[in-house]
């Protein structure tokens, strides 16, 4: 049969929801006197196995939920669709359990369409003041205040409407803005990706408009109401001119003295904001890069502030990027004592290869390479970015270790699986692969039939070059075919 939507919806029901599906479907306000029981019990008999109920005839189906009566396929089509907004409904409602801003607004709402004026104005005093602490915005917020200003209105209380109007006018504004230039950030981020911004209604609004000096009307104000808002313009503008120090100096001033004000959710986002707009800038530009890097990383964390470790980010993980930036700036002891203290924030299907992962890098550096390829050997993953890591950390250590005819070996897998997989490998991943493979090739050449003009030349090449992957090690490797060192 037609695979129908409560199959779909059902199967991504959680065990306890499933069973609190069968008693909100038996409530007679929401059925009358439909009984949905059988059915519901019918399609669970499946769940195990969701194809079998595409595979299985209609009339059968009829048979199993309607015994001893004679098939009617409109009356199937309709109980599965009645079904199917019943299950409409109760995800709504689970929703509803979970958004108390969503039960506020509409318990005032529902006051309000009443004339329930004075109970409303209690519920509205006691909500009002909890939406004073959340030091998030949001646009269930933004109406539960025009809800007050409007009951003020019916009122006839001209005073307190004015003040309402004022009141949410300036939290919607505010709310507004902040939202704006963050969504601008994300706009800059996107130019990195070739993205095309032209005919963005955001840039249009924005080349339209005096923000710097109304954001200094709000900097004169000296208020926390406005902080966030100040905050996002300073760093939109740090990420629209990536050469703009002096705004950027602006908001990590502000940032950092304010930090006790904001939000887990803002400071979180705001240390992720400053550390992307590092890896933007070009480390010809700037050479501490990756120092300042660290130092946000280590902060971060000692406040606290790690929630990008418990998601899932395909192709690679926040978590890499830790442990990769350690490693660079040789912090050994540092990346180990993070590797064991944050791997358990990993979410589990993705634990064991991010540690196997971070332990070959840290065992790479320190140059214990049968460690290395211990864990190496034990890894499994299917993510192309971690399978090319790997694959580059094999070279650098058979090279090491004088595995030639393993290096030749793992040469020709790699060039293989990026060949055929274009369609799965990013371009810009591609790219700098190729330029890996390329190099690695002339090295291991070299190495093996030694060529003092072609050392040179290959020394040459890759001092000229900014998007080589392990650009220092294989400098260190001419070197010492050059020099006659080993270090």
């Known amino acids: 049969m037609r695979n129908f939507k409560i199959f779909q919806i059902i199967s991504a029901f959680s065990k306890d929801e499933k069973k609190e599906f069968e008693y909100y479907i038996k409530s007679p306000y929401l059925t009358s006197s439909r009984d949905y029981t059988n059915m519901l019990k019918t399609i669970y008999t499946f769940q195990s196995d969701s194809e079998k109920i595409q595979g299985i005839a209609n009339e059968k189906f009829y048979a199993m939920v309607f015994p001893g009566k004679a098939y009617s396929n409109k009356t199937l089509r309709n109980r599965l669709n009645e079904l199917t907004s019943l299950a409409k409904k109760f995800i709504v409602q689970k929703a509803l359990e979970s958004s108390k801003q969503q039960n506020d607004f509409l318990l005032l709402k529902g006051l309000k369409d009443r004339k329930l004026y004075g109970i409303f104005r209690n519920e509205y005093t006691r909500i009002n003041e909890s939406m004073g602490n959340d030091k998030t915005k949001s646009y269930n917020n933004a109406e539960i205040k025009m809800l007050s200003t409007y009951a003020y209105l019916e009122n006839q209380d001209f005073s307190k409407t004015f003040e309402g109007y004022r009141d949410t006018t300036e939290y919607v504004i505010t709310f507004f803005l902040e939202n704006y230039f963050a969504y601008l950030i994300e706009f800059e981020n996107e130019k990195q990706y070739g993205i095309n911004t032209d005919k963005n209604i955001a840039y249009d609004l924005m080349h339209n408009l005096k923000a710097d000096n109304f954001i200094k009307v709000l900097e004169d104000r000296n208020s926390d109401k406005y902080l966030l808002v100040i905050l996002y313009f300073y760093l939109y503008k740090s990420f629209h001119n990536l050469s703009d120090e002096v705004s950027f100096k602006k908001f ?196 093996l039939n030694p060529d003092k003009e072609g050392i040179d030349f290959l020394f040459n090449n890759i001092q000229k070059t900014n998007t080589l992957v392990a650009k220092d090690w294989f400098t260190e490797k001419i070197k010492e075919m050059k020099f006659g060192t080993k270090s």
């Open 252 to 447: 990590r001033d502000l940032f950092f003295r304010n930090m006790n004000k904001l939000s887990y959710e803002h400071k979180d986002g705001f240390f992720g904001y400053m550390i992307s707009r590092y890896f933007m800038i070009p480390h010809t530009e700037n050479p501490n890069i990756l120092k300042e890097v660290f130092k946000l990383y280590d902060t971060k964390l000692k406040l606290g502030l790690h929630s990008e470790l418990k998601v899932i980010r395909y192709p690679s993980t926040a978590f890499r990027d830790y442990v990769v930036v350690g490693l660079k700036l040789n912090k050994y002891k540092w990346v180990k004592d993070f590797i064991e203290k944050y791997s358990p924030e990993l979410p589990a299907e993705i634990r064991e290869e991010e540690m196997k992962m971070a332990y070959t890098r840290l065992y790479l550096f320190k140059k214990e390479y049968d460690s290395a390829l211990q864990y190496l050997n034990e890894l499994q993953t299917s993510n192309y970015i971690y399978l090319l890591d790997a694959s580059r950390i094999k070279l650098r250590i058979f090279y090491e270790k004088s595995y030639f005819e393993e290096a030749f070996l793992e040469l020709d897998r790699v060039k293989h699986y990026i060949k055929n997989n274009t369609k799965k490998v990013a371009l810009s991943v591609r790219k700098y692969s190729k330029e890996f493979i390329d190099v690695y090739n002339e090295l291991l050449k070299l190495r």
